[in-house]
Each structure stands twice: as structure tokens, then as C-alpha cells.
């Protein structure tokens, strides 16, 4: 398969005051044509720099990267006709009709005035935007602003479209809505996708490979049933009526499965191991023969959050705040 991005040792840093903060270390990337790819990391590992490299927003500090066969600091043009980038902040101008803005962009990339008018016409309309269409931007809702800039990255059927954060902000409906538009591009023009995403299970609906960072680093490079079946068990997570019987409870899956993670707190007991509802039927037994009884017993698969767990010990649903700066000053940095 063709490449569509190659990064080798590529780096930024950032320097405030005294402090050097490394957003992205040594990456090396290689993403082929048509692939659909998750960047997935807590707060601050560096997906959003990541993406802004590649889509030449912001100068890496060394190493290099191209993007459909353009390097991103000395071909930045071409690198910006070949993409879609739908970024964290707002990029539509304030006093603009929103129907205007999504024209003008059409045009920028290259589409003449009548084919960006209907394909304006169609976005708006499946993104539910069409009696917004006359609106100034500036008095737009947050989230019909997220779906104008989502029109805006989709307007010209990128080959390559970076997404980041695309969801945040959007009610289920139209999170459901951007699946359907980033799955079309996909099958329809066998387009390249690369998003960030706090959503989980969007991460892991949409991408067939998932590239979890942590500290600027690749800490795991897979397809989401991969990284489950190597990174995380099956969970058996059960209550007892008393402290005794769960610390008792706790004593023998752990004699019995000596893989698994055992973590027990007053009435409850986890357990984590790979085919975990397979021995569900043979604990619960031996849990019988000696005289404890579950109140509750509950079987789940595991998620990328258990991925990223069991590979960094922080979980990725822990608190989030905003960093993001999204300029195109930033370039000449
Ligand atoms: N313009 C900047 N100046 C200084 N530090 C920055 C700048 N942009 C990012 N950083 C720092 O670089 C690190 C990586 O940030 P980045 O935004 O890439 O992370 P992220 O993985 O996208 O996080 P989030 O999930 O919160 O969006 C963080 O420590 C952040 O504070």
C-alpha cells in the first residue's frame, strides 16, 4: 500500500520561562493510504501537537515528516491542498454568513463557485446546519460552530482528513452524524483518516488501528481487538455481604489464577484475566464449596481505557482540560 504519512524522530518542543516541555519525542509514524487511525493519550501526551505538525499549523523542532509525499515544513502548500483538518478551536471568521464561509473555503481548495455551493448546500444540510445557513457565524450555538468547522474540513472530500477532537462538544445525534460522514469518505473516496479522541468506544468503532501515546511517546501501536487481547483481560467484578467473604473470595481466585489481578476493597472484588468468562462458572463453584455466596456478579470485556491502563496505570477517563491553541502564527515558531 502506498504511504500517506511518514514521520522519522519527529519532535517538538515547546519553551515557556525556563522550562522545555517535550509535546512529541522521536515519533515514527507510518500511516498507508486509506488507513483509518485513532491517536489515542490522556491530557497533554501530545496528540494535538502530533497533528498540528502534520498539518504544517506548527514547525517541528527536529526530525522530519511528509504527508502525501510532501515534506511539511518545506512543501507546506501542498501539503494543505492534499488535507481536511478539522482542528479543536474555531476556524470560521465571526462576522461571515456561515453558508458564505463553507463557499469561500470550497473555493479555496480549488472547487469553482457552483460546485461549492452545492456541495455547501449538502453539508449543511446533513449536519443539520440548513436554517442556520444565513446566520452570522459569531451568533452561532458551540455546537453548531463544532459542525460548521466539521462542513469546512469536509467541504472539498479530502483525501486525508486529520480530525481533532471532532466529537467534543456534539450532542449523540450528531456525533453519530460525523461517524457516518468520516465512514462515507472512507468507502466512497477510500480517503486516509487520522483523529484524536477522548471517546472510547468512538476509537474503537471507527479505527481499525490504534496508536496509543503517553509523554510524546508511541507506547502501543495496534488494532483495538489486538490491544485488548495483549494489554487487558476480561473483568469478573464481584460483591460480597461482608468484608470477611470477600477478603476470603479474594484469597482463592488469586491460589487459583495466579495471572490474574486480584484487587479487593471492603465488600467488592476485581478481577482482571485474559478468557475471564471462561472461568466464571468453576470460581463461582469453588466459591460454593466454600461457603461464600456473591451478591453480585458482573462479567465485561475490556475496553481501550483498560488498555491504556494496564499500559500507562493512568486511566484515560480521568479529569480533562482544554490546552489546545489552534494559529496559524504558531508556523513560524
Ligand atoms: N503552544 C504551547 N506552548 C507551550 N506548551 C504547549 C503548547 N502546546 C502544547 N503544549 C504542551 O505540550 C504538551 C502536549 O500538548 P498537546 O496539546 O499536544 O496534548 P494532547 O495530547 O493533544 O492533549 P489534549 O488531550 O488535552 O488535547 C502539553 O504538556 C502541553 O501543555
Known amino acids: 500500500?502506498?504511504?500517506?504519512?511518514?514521520?522519522?524522530?519527529?519532535?517538538?518542543?515547546?519553551?515557556?520561562?525556563?522550562?522545555?516541555?517535550?509535546?512529541?519525542?522521536?515519533?515514527?509514524?507510518?500511516i498507508a493510504q486509506g488507513e483509518m487511525v485513532a491517536l489515542l493519550g490522556p491530557n497533554g501526551a501530545g496528540k494535538s501537537t502530533t497533528l498540528r505538525m502534520l498539518t504544517t499549523l506548527l514547525a517541528p523542532t527536529t526530525g522530519s515528516a511528509t504527508v502525501a509525499g510532501h515534506d511539511v515544513v518545506t512543501d507546506q502548500r501542498a501539503v494543505r491542498r492534499a488535507i481536511g483538518y478539522i482542528g479543536q478551536g474555531n476556524s470560521a471568521a465571526h462576522a461571515q454568513r456561515a453558508i458564505d464561509e463553507l463557499v469561500v473555503s470550497g473555493q479555496?481548495?480549488?472547487?469553482?463557485?457552483t460546485q461549492a455551493r452545492t456541495r455547501a448546500a449538502e453539508l449543511m444540510e446533513s449536519l443539520g446546519l440548513s436554517e442556520q445557513a444565513k446566520q452570522k457565524v459569531m451568533t452561532l450555538s458551540g455546537g453548531q460552530r463544532r459542525r460548521l468547522d466539521i462542513a469546512m474540513g469536509l467541504i472539498h472530500a479530502p483525501g486525508l482528513l486529520f480530525l481533532d477532537e471532532p466529537s467534543t462538544g456534539?450532542?449523540?445525534?450528531?456525533?453519530?452524524?460525523?461517524?457516518?460522514?468520516?465512514?462515507?469518505?472512507?468507502?466512497?473516496?477510500?480517503?486516509?483518516?487520522?483523529l484524536t479522541t477522548h471517546y472510547l468506544d468512538e476509537a474503537d468503532a471507527l479505527a481499525e488501528r490504534i496508536v496509543v501515546v503517553d509523554n510524546g511517546r508511541v507506547v502501543a501501536d495496534d488494532t483495538p481487538a489486538a490491544l485488548k487481547a495483549d494489554h487487558a483481560g476480561d473483568r469478573i467484578a464481584l460483591t460480597f455481604s461482608s468484608p470477611g467473604d470477600a477478603s476470603r473470595a479474594a484469597e482463592r481466585a488469586s491460589a487459583a489464577h495466579p495471572a490474574a489481578q486480584v484487587t479487593h476493597t471492603s465488600r467488592a472484588v476485581d478481577i482482571q484475566v485474559a478468557g475471564g468468562s471462561g472461568i466464571?462458572?468453576?470460581?463461582?463453584?469453588d466459591y460454593a464449596q466454600a461457603g461464600i455466596t456473591p451478591s453480585t456478579v458482573e462479567v465485561a470485556r475490556p475496553t481501550l481505557d483498560d488498555v491504556f491502563l494496564s499500559l500507562t496505570g493512568r486511566s484515560l477517563r480521568e479529569g480533562r482540560t482544554d490546552t489546545s491553541i489552534d494559529t496559524l502564527e504558531e508556523v513560524a515558531a
Open 280 to 285: 466464571v462458572a468453576g470460581l463461582l463453584g
Open 108 to 113: 479555496s481548495y480549488g472547487l469553482s463557485r
Open 1 to 30: 500500500m502506498d504511504t500517506m504519512i511518514e514521520t522519522r524522530g519527529l519532535t517538538r518542543e515547546f519553551h515557556t520561562g525556563k522550562k522545555t516541555v517535550t509535546a512529541v519525542k522521536d515519533l515514527d509514524l507510518h
Open 170 to 194: 456534539l450532542d449523540p445525534q450528531n456525533r453519530a452524524n460525523l461517524q457516518e460522514h468520516i465512514l462515507d469518505l472512507r468507502h466512497r473516496h477510500g480517503a486516509t483518516v487520522v
